[in-house]
Structures are given as structure tokens and as C-alpha cells.
């Protein structure tokens, strides 16, 4: 009877590793069929490199230094940046989501900068901050500061009265309410403008280091581009996703970690 049970068992969690494995199976086909197509001449590699080129591209890109070497001034420029988004923006929700003053004060100014294409303020940031690492760190930190600012802005707001009053009832002051119950409340929202932010931050970096860089992963793909190289372009361009998909999983790591009082935590 055990060893029929143990026999079950076994092929349940075998069928659960398949189940678990085979949404990789498309993608990977279309990898192998994009080799096949390549190796039988039918993608020139002009036009789209193989995978198996790119493969090797990688690797030697590795090995030789520099492609650590642009990744870590792109990683410095978007920690930069984003750090200082991160500031602003949770400085500037502060302000106008604890007080009616502080939302006349800012939102309506900071709700019409939002609307604008933050891309196409590049040649104002180079007439302003000039050709060097300013305007690119400015461009992150602009466009990373609005995802942080709106979501915290509304999770502020959207923290439940009663909660507060309840705060209120059992004596807390205004900044004992604002620290035990407002900002804990407010949290799984900016968490989530933080994951938006890190996506925008990337965006913003492509764009950052074509202002006359002479470094960084941007600087790599725009160069290859010049020659043609679309092994390289590839290249960077997973490098930027595996960078994102990182990034959001870092912060899924830290909401685990700082939400596990959340009930539905608890129940994963």
C-alpha cells in the first residue's frame, strides 16, 4: 500500500515538474528554429544574427572585459539615478499625501510634467547640464521619480480611515499615526512603483547613453549598429533584460520580506 502511494506520489510531482518546465518549451523552440533558419541561409545575419553567433559574441565579450566593463558604468548610472528618483519622488508623495496644502502646492505642477515625454526633454538636458554624465543620471532620475511619487502618493491615500481613527481613539499623535499606520499601509504600493521605476529606469538609460557616451551598455549597442554587428546589438539587448527581470526580482524578494504581515503572503 506505502509503496503504491510512493509510486503516486512520485509521478504527481514528476507530472508537476513538467507542468512547471513546459512554458519554456515555445520560446525554445523558436530558438531552435530561428538557428535552422540561420545556418540554412534564410535570416542573413546582417539582418538578424544566429543564435549560436551570439552565443560565442557573448562569450567573448566576456572574456575579453569589456562587456563587464560597460555594465558596470550602466549599473552605476541607473543606481544613480534611480537613487536619487527614489528620493524626490518619495519626497514629493510625502509632502502632497499628508496634506491638502502640500497636493494644491505640487500635484497639479508635478500631474502636467508627468504628461510630457520625458525622452524628449534630451535636448533641453544637454543645453542645460552639457554632454557628460549629468543629463544621462538626470534622465533616469526624471523618469524614475514619477512611478515612485504616484503610487506612493496613492497608497497614502488610500490607507483606510478607519484605520486612523482607530490610531486616533487609542491616543497615537499625528507622526505616530503617520509612521505606525500610514506608511506601513501605504507600502505594497510603492513597492510596485518601485518595480515600474526599475523598468522605466532601463528605458531611460538606453536612450541616456547616446548622449555622446564613450562607455556603458547603450554605448555598446550603438556602436555595433555603426558596423553592422548584429550579434553585439542582440547582446546588449538581452543583457538589459536579464538586468530588468533581476531587478524585479530583487524587489519581489524585499516585498516577501517587508509584506510577510500581509496575509496573503502568508498564505504562499
Request: proline share 5%.
Given at each position: 500500500m506505502?509503496?503504491?502511494?510512493?509510486?503516486?506520489t512520485?509521478?504527481?510531482t514528476?507530472?508537476?515538474?513538467?507542468?512547471?518546465?513546459?512554458?519554456?518549451?515555445p520560446?525554445?523552440?523558436?530558438v531552435?528554429?530561428w538557428?535552422?533558419?540561420a545556418?540554412a541561409g534564410?535570416?542573413?545575419t546582417?539582418?538578424?544574427?544566429?543564435?549560436?553567433?551570439?552565443?560565442?559574441t557573448f562569450?567573448?565579450?566576456?572574456?575579453?572585459?569589456?562587456?563587464?566593463?560597460?555594465?558596470l558604468?550602466?549599473?552605476?548610472?541607473?543606481?544613480?539615478g534611480?537613487?536619487?528618483?527614489i528620493?524626490?519622488?518619495t519626497?514629493?508623495?510625502?509632502?502632497?499625501?499628508?496634506?491638502r496644502?502640500?497636493?494644491?502646492?505640487?500635484?497639479?505642477?508635478?500631474?502636467?510634467?508627468?504628461?510630457?515625454?520625458?525622452l524628449?526633454?534630451?535636448?533641453?538636458?544637454?543645453?542645460?547640464?552639457?554632454?557628460?554624465?549629468?543629463?544621462?543620471?538626470?534622465l533616469v532620475?526624471?523618469?524614475?521619480?514619477?512611478?515612485?511619487?504616484l503610487?506612493?502618493?496613492?497608497?497614502?491615500?488610500?490607507?483606510?480611515?478607519?484605520?486612523?481613527?482607530?490610531?486616533?481613539?487609542l491616543?497615537?499623535?499625528?507622526?505616530?499615526?503617520?509612521?505606525?499606520?500610514?506608511?506601513?499601509?501605504?507600502?505594497?504600493?510603492a513597492?510596485?512603483?518601485?518595480r515600474?521605476?526599475?523598468?522605466?529606469a532601463?528605458?531611460?538609460?538606453?536612450?541616456?547613453?547616446?548622449?555622446?557616451?564613450d562607455?556603458g551598455?547603450?554605448?555598446?549597442?550603438m556602436?555595433?549598429?555603426?558596423?553592422l554587428?548584429?550579434d553585439?546589438?542582440?547582446?546588449?539587448?538581452i543583457v538589459?533584460?536579464?538586468l530588468?527581470l533581476s531587478?524585479?526580482?530583487?524587489v519581489?524578494?524585499?516585498?516577501?520580506?517587508?509584506?510577510?504581515?500581509?496575509?496573503?503572503?502568508?498564505?504562499?
Open positions: 506505502s509503496a503504491a502511494v510512493a509510486s503516486t512520485a509521478a504527481s514528476g507530472s508537476d515538474r513538467w507542468l512547471r518546465y513546459r512554458r519554456y518549451l520560446p525554445l523552440l523558436v531552435v528554429l538557428q535552422v533558419a545556418s534564410l535570416i542573413p546582417r539582418t538578424l544574427a544566429s543564435p549560436v553567433m551570439i552565443a560565442g562569450a567573448e565579450l566576456i572574456t575579453s572585459g569589456e562587456l563587464p566593463r560597460h555594465l558604468v550602466s549599473l552605476g548610472r541607473v543606481a544613480t534611480l537613487g536619487i528618483g528620493v524626490v519622488g519626497t514629493f508623495a510625502l509632502i502632497a499625501g499628508l496634506s496644502r502640500g497636493e494644491d502646492l505640487l500635484d497639479a505642477t508635478l500631474q502636467m510634467l508627468r504628461t510630457l515625454p520625458f524628449a526633454l534630451v535636448p533641453l538636458f544637454i543645453l542645460w547640464f552639457g554632454i557628460g554624465e549629468t543629463p544621462k543620471i538626470a532620475a526624471l523618469g524614475t521619480m514619477f512611478p515612485i511619487y503610487t506612493l502618493f496613492a497608497g497614502i491615500r488610500g490607507v483606510d480611515a478607519k484605520l486612523i481613527e482607530a490610531g486616533g481613539t491616543g497615537l499623535t499625528r507622526r505616530e499615526q503617520v509612521f505606525h499606520i500610514v506608511l506601513p499601509g501605504a507600502l505594497p504600493s513597492l510596485v512603483g518601485l515600474y521605476a526599475l523598468g522605466v532601463w528605458l531611460s538609460l538606453v536612450v541616456a547613453e547616446q548622449i555622446n557616451a562607455s551598455i547603450g554605448f555598446l549597442v556602436t555595433a549598429r555603426d558596423f554587428r548584429t553585439i546589438i542582440l547582446v546588449g539587448l538589459y533584460a536579464i530588468g531587478a524585479d526580482q530583487i519581489r524578494v524585499l516585498e516577501r520580506r517587508v509584506l510577510a504581515w500581509r496575509p496573503s503572503f502568508l498564505k504562499d
